[in-house]
């Protein structure tokens, strides 16, 4: 069973920085392209970023470009988020999802192209 559990939400300052984890339980984790997506109140659903398999290929939204980083610990089953210079238009559910075995190098940016998903974490960015 892959399950995602997201961790490290909570509510924070404009300007100031939070770091998501997401430790995921199952096989092949090196082998599973990983994705954070957020979901604002009566908003869909949005691609936050993404990483390959190994890690050596990243995406990320325009909206949060040079302010979040996506890293991951194969070794720890765990991806992480670390975002900076948080906005309040930065408030949401954030959610971690975890894509099919997939042995290549390739990032995702679709919430259609995830298989499991976690229960969220949310974050709220006063001004």
């Known amino acids: 069973q892959v399950q995602p559990v997201e961790s490290g939400g909570g509510l924070v300052q404009a300007g100031g920085s939070l770091r998501l984890s997401c430790p995921v339980s199952g096989r092949a984790f090196s082998s599973r392209p990983m994705g954070w997506f957020r979901q604002a109140p009566g908003k869909e659903r949005e691609f936050v970023a993404a990483i390959s398999g190994r890690g050596e290929r990243t995406n990320y939204a325009d909206s949060v470009k040079g302010r979040f980083t996506i890293s991951r610990d194969n070794a720890k089953n765990t991806v992480s988020l670390q975002m900076n210079s948080l906005k309040p238009e930065d408030t949401a559910i954030y959610y971690c999802?975890?894509?099919?075995?997939?042995?290549?190098?390739?990032?995702?940016?679709?919430?259609?192209?995830?298989?499991?998903w976690g229960q969220g974490t949310q974050v709220t960015v006063s001004s």
């Open positions: 999802a975890a894509r099919q075995i997939n042995g290549g190098s390739y990032v995702y940016t679709a919430d259609d192209d995830y298989l499991y």
